[in-house]
């Protein structure tokens, strides 16, 4: 069993703040992007991406990958600061 590579955000929750931020900017509710990252088979909760984009959980580099697309943007969109 492959455990999945997770992005640390340390002590600052700058991805999760940035996946919050461009989700907004969709108009997509977190339930609604929980369907979008569902059917890119990636298994997630709302719980779970509330927890990511609190910084309370680290997002695994498939949830980057899948969210790069759903939310039509560059990597370097999530490790930008504030």
């Known amino acids: ?19 919050r ?3 907004e900017q969709k108009r997509l509710r977190n339930m609604d992007l929980v369907a979008k990252l569902q059917l890119e088979g ?4 709302t719980s779970s991406l509330s927890k990511i984009e609190q910084g309370a959980c680290n997002p695994t ?6 969210l790069r697309e759903i ?7 999530f490790f930008s600061p504030c």
């Open 1 to 19: 069993m492959n455990k999945a590579e997770r992005i640390r955000q340390g002590g600052s929750p700058i991805i999760g703040y940035n996946i």
């Open 21 to 23: 931020r461009l989700r």
């Open 42 to 45: 990636i298994p997630i909760s």
């Open 61 to 66: 580099t498939a949830q980057l990958v899948a």
């Open 71 to 77: 939310l039509g943007c560059d990597y370097s969109d």
